[in-house]
Nanobody
Framework: QVQLVESGGGLVQAGGSLRVSCLASGFTFSPYRMGWFRQTPGKEREFVAAITWSGDRTIYADSVKGRFTISRDSAKNTVSLEMTNLKAEDTAVYYC????????????WGQGTQVTVSA
């Protein structure tokens, strides 16, 4: 059974940095891609960043380009999101997700970790 467990969320001041990580377990296949999404109350979940399992391609939402960096350690089955120059509008629950194959959406989701940026 595939499990995604996020960690590293917390409270940080605006302009600060924070790193969230996702440990994936319980799968015997090589995922196509893993991504990070975020959601605030009353809003739809939005895409933040994604990386192929091979690590050769990354994509970012325009709102985080230049501030966030996604990386993965395939040996440890971990994907991380390094967030710098955080803004109050980055406050959200951050979710890790796994996409098994390109033609499908994200198949598995973590429970989320809260990131709060104080102004």
């Amino acid at each position: 059974q595939v499990q995604l467990v996020e960690s590293g969320g917390g409270l940080v001041q605006a302009g600060g940095s924070l790193r969230v990580s996702c440990l994936a377990s319980g799968f015997t296949f090589s995922p196509y891609r893993m991504g990070w999404f975020r959601q605030t109350p009353g809003k739809e979940r939005e895409f933040v960043a994604a990386i192929t399992w091979s690590g050769d391609r990354t994509i970012y939402a325009d709102s985080v380009k230049g501030r966030f960096t996604i990386s993965r350690d395939s040996a440890k089955n971990t994907v991380s999101l390094e967030m710098t120059n955080l803004k109050a509008e980055d406050t959200a629950v951050y979710y890790c997700a796994l996409q098994r194959v390109l033609i499908r959406g994200y198949d598995y989701w973590g429970q989320g970790t809260q990131v709060t940026v104080s102004a």
